[in-house]
C-alpha cells in the first residue's frame, strides 16, 4: 500500500479508501490465508518531517482451529490504525509493513473456531482432561507452597 506525497493538500489530509491485494501481508507465515483483499480506509497527512496515517483495517482470513482441525473464517480488523512514518526523501511512501505488523499481531498464535463465541467447537475432551492454568495453580498451590508457609508460623517452644 503505497501513498503518493504529492497527492495529499497542504496542510490536510487525503481520505484513501479500497480494497488491496492481500499477499504483501505474509499471512500464511502466520498459519492464515487470506480470502479476499485487504480493505482500508484511511487518511493520511504530513506532519514535522513525517507522514501520518489513522484509520481502519479489515482482511478476510481462514485459519484451521487447533482443536478440531476443521478450516474457518474469521475477519481481523484492527480500528483503530494509526502510524508515523518518518520521510526520507523519496516521494513515495509504503505503509505494507506498518499494516502488515498490525495484522499480524491480531492473529491468534492458538486458533479456535469457537474463540468468538459464535460457534461450539466440535472436539469433545474426556473429563478433567482440560484444565487451565488457574484451575492448575489453584490446585497445585497447597503443596508447593507448604514449606514457606511453615515458616511463618511462630515455633511453638515459644522461642525466637
Known amino acids: 500500500m503505497k501513498v503518493h506525497l504529492r497527492q495529499i493538500p497542504a496542510g ?9 491485494d492481500s499477499d504483501p501481508l505474509g499471512l500464511e507465515e502466520a498459519g492464515a490465508e487470506p480470502v479476499g483483499p485487504l480493505e482500508y480506509s484511511l487518511d493520511v497527512g504530513l ?13 478476510r482470513v481462514r485459519m484451521t482451529c487447533v482443536s478440531c482441525l476443521e478450516p474457518f473464517e474469521r475477519e481481523v480488523v484492527v480500528d483503530p490504525f494509526a502510524t508515523q ?11 505494507t509493513p506498518e499494516v502488515r505488523e498490525d495484522i499480524h499481531l491480531l492473529l ?11 460457534k461450539t467447537c466440535p472436539a ?3 473429563a478433567g482432561a482440560r484444565t487451565t492454568p488457574l484451575q492448575t495453580e489453584k490446585t497445585a498451590r ?12 511462630p515455633p511453638s517452644d515459644g522461642s525466637p
Open 12 to 20: 490536510s489530509t487525503l481520505h484513501l479508501e479500497g480494497e488491496e
Open 47 to 59: 506532519s514535522d518531517g513525517g507522514l501520518f496515517a489513522t484509520g481502519s483495517l479489515a482482511q
Open 85 to 95: 512514518i518518518e520521510l526520507e526523501g523519496s516521494e513515495l511512501v509504503d505503509l
Open 108 to 118: 491468534p498464535t492458538h486458533p479456535r473456531c469457537d474463540q468468538g463465541g459464535e
Open 124 to 126: 469433545h475432551f474426556p
Open 142 to 153: 497447597p503443596a508447593v507452597w507448604e514449606a514457606l508457609d511453615q515458616l511463618k508460623t
